[in-house]
């Protein structure tokens, strides 16, 4: 049987092809917005994952360290390694900023870890390089920072050596992870710069209560306190094999006066909480972008059956049935869509790995997106399917 579509199609393939490519871009644009939203409760997961923690200790009433600012004294976690079923516990600090160069080339927006070597929170495995070894002045980067094995990078005031790196070490955000010492990343979040730290002491002399001349020792005692911090943004722990977590968490919760989460209950807070203006702000980008690729496919077929009106007069005047003229413009608008989806699906996974957030393109997502450009294309089909029914066989006479 000859398919009056398929004839159709090569006698203006150009046109229906340039107009596939153009949906396809279309169309790889909404995968990839939805590979984006994927990617960033992957990223999510993988911040938890790479932690190591079974369950996070921070500020009482907040949602940190990850969603919301958390301090707490870093000796706190003496009394937590004391609780049952606490295998290993160590403090961390997190903070997001712009780590420089020492050669002054440029900077890197990262996420500056501050871990114990040997401790939950430290990075796993690295792809290159070694572990930190040294107290002070080393670091560990992720590829995605693009620093090499052995470059100089400054953190506030101090250089450090990269000497080792890893991979898949993000944020939340999606940025990428520098790892150095617990000490070294206490100071560069919490102590204040030297001209601050002079001034301050300028004050603090200053104020007849604190440099009182019958107390001595009192001042300088005041401006050694002021000159260290003991701050940490959370504890990370890790629970003896078999133990619930949650209940390791409750007492933490009663008598510590300090919050703590489960991986369960962190997650929740990542991606249902720290990512949901982002996804409803993708959701409404998918939407329109649906609205847009159903309005081409209708306008275009919708053009070439008014380009078509004596063929299809024709048609009805020989007795062919008005469903299979309509089955022709639908096979017209499923075979648009189609070359959308392979174009667009195509597309997305050349350029997925360019962009500077991590996206993933499940899938899942690619079927689902099959199924609702074949949806698409049907119902967009329909105005020019009623157009077609309309048209008189006596306009193949016609003048």
């Known amino acids: ?36 939203y994927r990617g960033m409760v992957d990223d999510a997961r993988a911040l938890l994952g790479n932690s190591g923690a079974d369950l996070w200790i921070v500020q009482q009433d907040t949602q940190g360290p990850y969603a919301e600012s958390s301090s707490l004294r870093d000796d706190v976690v003496r009394s937590v390694l004391g609780l049952p079923d606490v295998a290993r516990a160590a403090n961390v600090t997190y903070l997001t900023m712009q780590v420089r160069r020492s050669d002054g080339a440029g900077d890197v927006r990262a996420m500056v870890v501050g871990f114990e070597p040997g401790q939950p929170g430290e990075p796993a495995y690295l792809v290159a390089g070694r572990h930190i070894t040294r107290s002070h002045y080393e670091a560990v980067a992720d590829l995605r920072t693009g620093f090499a094995l052995g470059e100089r990078i400054r953190i506030r005031r101090h250089d450090y050596t990269v000497v080792g790196l890893t991979r898949r070490m993000v944020s939340s955000g999606g940025d990428p992870m520098v790892f150095i010492p617990l000490k070294d990343a206490q100071e560069a979040q919490f102590l204040k710069d030297n001209d601050a730290i002079l001034n301050e002491r300028a004050r603090t002399a200053a104020n007849p209560a604190l440099n009182r001349p019958g107390v001595p020792g009192l001042l300088e005692a005041i401006q050694a306190a002021q000159a260290n911090n003991r701050n940490v943004n959370a504890i990370l722990v890790q629970v003896r094999p078999g133990a619930d977590a949650e209940r390791v968490a409750e007492p933490v919760r009663r008598w510590k006066h300090l919050e703590a989460y489960t991986r369960a209950q962190m997650e929740a807070i990542l991606v249902d909480k720290l990512i949901a ?23 275009i077929i919708y053009t070439m059956t008014l380009g078509k009106i004596r063929e299809i007069a024709v048609l009805k005047l020989i007795g062919t049935r008005n469903r299979t003229i309509a089955g022709m413009i639908l096979q ?9 989806f392979v174009v667009g699906k195509v597309a997305a996974t050349i350029w997925a790995p360019i962009f500077p957030k991590y996206v993933l393109l499940e899938p899942g997502d690619a079927l689902r997106g099959l199924l609702a450009v074949t949806l698409i294309c049907a119902l967009a089909s329909t105005l020019a399917i009623r157009v077609a029914l309309k048209v008189d066989p006596a306009a193949a006479i016609g003048g």
């Open 332 to 340: 017209q608008a499923l075979g648009l869509g189609l070359i959308g």
């Open 1 to 36: 049987m000859i398919s009056l579509a398929g004839r159709d199609i090569l006698h203006s393939w150009g046109k229906f092809v340039l107009t596939g490519l153009g949906l396809g871009l279309l169309i790889g644009v909404t995968l990839t917005m939805a590979g984006v």
């Open 277 to 299: 203006t982002s996804a409803k702000q993708i959701g409404m980008f998918l939407v329109i972008l649906a609205i847009v690729s159903a309005a081409i496919v209708a306008f």
